[in-house]
């Protein structure tokens, strides 16, 4: 019996070197209730007085030892496993990092939103209109009836007969004009269609920024002081406007408005095409028409409006010669701004 135990002892130890053991297995197969050790005490009756207690001490002694064993290689293959754990996770703090990429706003949101303030800070307030505009907003109420040569130049999408993408944001002079009496000081950005081919100046869908004043006593004077504000913030302090006479059919009289070059200043370079000034809005005093046909008196009231293109004012202010960079969304062209 005594080597029953001491052949126990040595088949647990053989067992429990190994990096691998499967300790609840071994503790079965020997402590178990039908364990070997287990078997072994059982037959403990049958020895003599006199053998009975050396057996049961070393009984006692071998089921310890395995004990033990068994709780030493359970801590062990605990750190082993912590061990492995901490190499096949280890970070490298020093590595370079991912910088997060911080979006920002694209160019001509940029130089819509810096309009918007030169505007807010003269007092006017910001409307938006809708991108699909009945006929009537877009060129009737605006004094251009059906057959008139002035649609020809913003020929649009067309949903139906008489609903179309705009071609303009002045449709939102006289959605204005119908909700809200005088005095009316706002402006309105945003998208305007036309069904131009895109080349290096011309884009099926770009953006307006339009304005609109109605109020007693307004006039031309009034107009330019606030163009002329409007370019001297934007472009420079030494900038100066210049009206040339146009016609626009809901102004009258109308004008096209030019700031002088702010790169020379005047005399003449590539970016004004060596005129010494760009052009930058059409723009004029409502026309009566247009005034009484949103149900506001031309005899007690009168206004001026302007449009421009915020893809023009972008290009001229940052020196961009070909209006696609705009909408190719080249992160490359995006980061310079
Ligand atoms: N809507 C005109 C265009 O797209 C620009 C314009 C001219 C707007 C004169 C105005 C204005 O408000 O008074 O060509």
């Given at each position: 019996m005594k080597e029953k135990l001491e052949q126990i002892r040595e088949a647990a130890r053989t067992q429990l070197?190994?990096?691998?053991?499967?300790?609840?297995?071994?503790?079965?197969?020997?402590?178990?209730?039908?364990?070997?050790?287990?078997?072994?005490?059982?037959?403990?009756?049958?020895?003599?007085?006199?053998?009975?207690?050396k057996i049961g001490q070393l009984a006692n002694e071998v089921r310890e030892y395995i004990e033990n064993a068994i709780a030493e290689k359970a801590e062990a293959q605990r750190k082993d496993a912590l061990?492995?754990?901490?190499?096949?996770?280890r970070l490298d703090v020093t590595m370079p990092g991912k910088a997060p990429e911080i979006g920002k706003r694209h160019p001509l949101a940029q130089i819509q939103k810096e309009m918007e303030d030169i505007f807010v800070g003269m007092g006017f307030g910001i409307v938006e209109g809708p991108e699909v505009e009945y006929d009537y907003y877009n060129f009737q109420a605006l004094n251009i009836p059906e057959n008139h040569p002035a649609r020809d130049t913003q020929d649009t999408f067309y949903i139906t007969d008489n609903i179309l993408l705009r071609s303009q944001t002045s449709p939102v002079q006289v959605r204005t004009m119908e909700k809200q009496k005088p005095p009316i000081?706002?402006?309105?950005?945003?998208?305007?269609?036309?069904?131009?081919?895109v080349d290096a100046t011309h884009s099926p869908l770009f953006h307006q920024l339009e304005g609109l004043v109605v109020d007693k006593g307004i006039t031309m004077g009034d107009?330019?002081?606030?163009?002329?504000?409007?370019?001297?913030?934007?472009?420079?302090?030494?900038?100066?406007?210049?009206?040339?006479p146009h016609h626009?059919?809901?102004?009258?009289?109308?004008?096209?408005v030019d700031v002088s070059c702010f790169v020379c200043g005047g005399k003449g370079c590539k970016l004004c095409k060596g005129e010494g000034w760009i052009e930058?809005?059409?723009?004029?005093?409502?026309?009566?028409?247009?005034?009484?046909?949103?149900?506001?008196?031309?005899?007690?009231?009168?206004?001026?409006?302007?449009?421009?293109?915020i893809e023009r004012v972008t290009m001229i202010k940052y020196g961009i010669d070909d209006m696609r960079y705009l909408y190719e969304n080249d992160i490359r062209f995006l980061n310079e701004f």
């Open positions: 070197a190994e990096a691998q053991a499967d300790l609840e297995a071994i503790r079965i197969r020997y402590l178990g209730k039908k364990g070997e050790l287990t078997g072994v005490l059982r037959g403990m009756g049958q020895l003599s007085a006199e053998e009975r207690p061990e492995n754990k901490l190499k096949n996770e000081r706002i402006i309105s950005p945003g998208r305007v269609y036309r069904s131009d081919a107009l330019k002081g606030t163009l002329e504000t409007f370019a001297k913030t934007m472009f420079g302090d030494q900038t100066q406007i210049r009206f040339r626009f059919p809901f102004t009258e009289p109308s004008a096209e930058i809005l059409g723009a004029g005093m409502v026309h009566p028409n247009v005034l009484r046909g949103c149900g506001i008196d031309p005899e007690e009231y009168s206004g001026f409006a302007f449009g421009m293109g």
